[in-house]
């Protein structure tokens, strides 16, 4: 697609409550990153992707924090047993680079999709 | 740890005026600095990318500046328009065991409204 795509937009959740948010990243983009954006704060990085590998999840904030992306393109940012703290929006972006070409290429560059709002009641 | 400030937290201007906003960054090995533009319930749209070799970055009339030395970065806007209301945001990449990566370090964001 054009750009990044994630879904819902919006997403009310009951404390306890599971919820599974989905990334389209652009066709072809190597490099998916989740950031979590709380109110009137920047985002924070969660996790990041290398193709279906997962090289980095030090960001997640909790075990009941899960990302995968099996096939290397769509990913989905799952959360268990949803809490109040955990009410944010949550960022996708995609990369056509890879870690390791480094900020110093010119290429280098992230597209971020809408987010979705997540709000535990 | 690198920790990344932004001055002031809200802005409020009328329309015409020039104005600055700040990012100031504790570690000064960065590799570039990005200024990111947030609309309510949008993405981050990126604006202005500077390496770390550079001293200042321009589109139309977006200028950004950046003094490693000194730990800061400047986003100028000319002749503000009430379509440039947004939160703008600066981010700078995580570097650790002498490489970089793309992970982001944001800033908290510079609230700016342009009045009619």
């Known amino acids: 697609g054009a750009g990044v795509s994630q879904s819902p937009r919006y997403k009310v959740a009951k404390r306890g409550q599971d919820v599974a948010l989905r990334c389209d990243p652009i066709?072809?983009?190597?490099?998916l990153f989740w950031y979590q954006q709380a109110l009137g704060q920047g985002p924070e990085f969660l996790t990041y992707?290398?193709?279906?590998?997962?090289?980095?999840k030090s960001g997640l904030p909790s075990d009941r924090f899960f990302a995968e992306r099996p096939e290397g393109s769509v990913s989905t940012l799952k959360i268990q047993r949803t809490q109040q703290e955990d009410s944010a929006v949550y960022l996708c972006?995609?990369?056509?680079?890879?870690?390791?070409?480094?900020?110093?290429?010119?290429?280098?560059?992230?597209?971020f999709g809408s987010g979705t709002r997540l709000t535990v009641v | 740890k690198q920790e990344v400030t932004q001055i002031p937290a809200a802005l409020s201007v009328p329309e015409g005026e020039n104005l600055v906003l700040n990012c100031s960054f504790t570690?000064?090995?960065?590799?570039?600095l990005q200024w990111f533009r947030q609309d309510p319930g949008k993405g981050l749209t990126s604006l202005l990318l500077?390496?770390?070799?550079?001293r200042e970055q321009t589109s139309g009339r977006l200028n950004a500046s950046l003094d490693k030395s000194s730990g800061r970065s400047t986003l100028y806007i000319a002749a503000s328009q009430p379509g440039d209301s947004a939160t703008y945001l600066c981010?700078?990449?995580?570097?650790?065991?002498?490489?970089?990566?793309?992970?982001?370090?944001f800033g908290t964001g510079t609230l700016l409204a342009v009045q009619p």
């Open positions: 570690d000064s090995a960065i590799y570039n």
């Open positions: 992707f290398q193709n279906e590998a997962q090289l980095d």
């Open positions: 066709s072809g983009h190597v490099s």
């Open positions: 500077i390496q770390s070799s550079q």
């Open positions: 981010a700078v990449p995580i570097s650790y065991y002498g490489g970089a990566t793309n992970k982001l370090i």
């Open positions: 972006a995609s990369s056509f680079l890879t870690t390791s070409a480094g900020p110093s290429d010119p290429r280098y560059g992230y597209t």
